[in-house]
């Protein structure tokens, strides 16, 4: 089989946590300008498929296609550098991934009356955008994104949601982890139809995590 290197492509993809099965038998193709949101009740393997896909851990069984270095992670943690400002931590990311500028990103999220200030100063929320600010000066096409508006106020969102937006205009890609309507134009996928079968059961530490 020939795979399209600009779709990301998961096929049969069984994933695990803590050494449980989750989910089995996971399959979708995320194309160029397609935002894809996964849905599913906490504890379904939101995240646990999210982690896999982006490579911090390895699956069951199935195949990823597409993902090597094209994906932009961004989970819970902001991922942010608290004695640096918030220019100081956009040009560190952008200089990791050879990203020529930053102002985008400082305009998307409405950062430049910030752009002085240590990060470890900041509100969870004013946090919560620079870390999603981070997505832009990767330069990656593929945006795989976990609860991302957490902390956010309305406002924020709609920051955040323009930036989505404008990614996929220019050919990217995201893949969204949430249970709230970003007024997108997204195609969702329910994770709950791929739940594992196993007669383990789970704690709510493990829980948490999925």
């Known amino acids: 089989m020939v795979f399209d290197p600009h779709t990301l492509s ?25 935002a894809l949101v996964l849905r599913g009740p906490n504890g379904s393997g939101k995240t646990t498929l999210l982690r896999t896909i982006a490579g911090l851990q390895p699956p069951l069984q199935g195949a990823i296609n597409g993902a090597e270095d094209r994906i932009a992670y961004a989970a ?13 931590n956009l040009s560190f990311w952008a200089e990791i991934f050879g990203y020529p500028q930053i102002d985008p990103a400082l305009d998307a999220y409405a950062l430049r009356p910030l ?27 593929v945006w795989v994104l976990d609860e991302p508006t957490v902390s956010l106020d309305s406002s924020a969102v709609a920051m955040f949601a323009g930036a989505v937006r404008a990614h996929l205009a220019h050919g990217g890609s995201a893949l969204i982890a949430t249970h709230i309507d970003l007024g997108l134009a997204a195609d969702v996928f329910d994770v709950s139809a791929f739940r594992a079968q196993t007669n383990a059961r789970l704690g709510a530490s493990d829980e948490a995590f999925l």
């Open 76 to 88: 819970h943690a902001d991922g942010l550098k608290a004695m640096l400002s918030v220019t100081e």
């Open 115 to 141: 752009a002085t200030r240590l990060a470890g100063t900041l509100s969870a929320g004013q946090k919560r955008r620079l870390g999603l600010a981070r997505l832009m000066v990767t330069g990656r096409p």
């Open 10 to 34: 998961v096929s049969d993809l069984s994933v695990a946590r803590g050494g449980l099965p989750v989910l089995a038998g996971v399959g979708f193709d995320l194309v160029p300008g397609q």
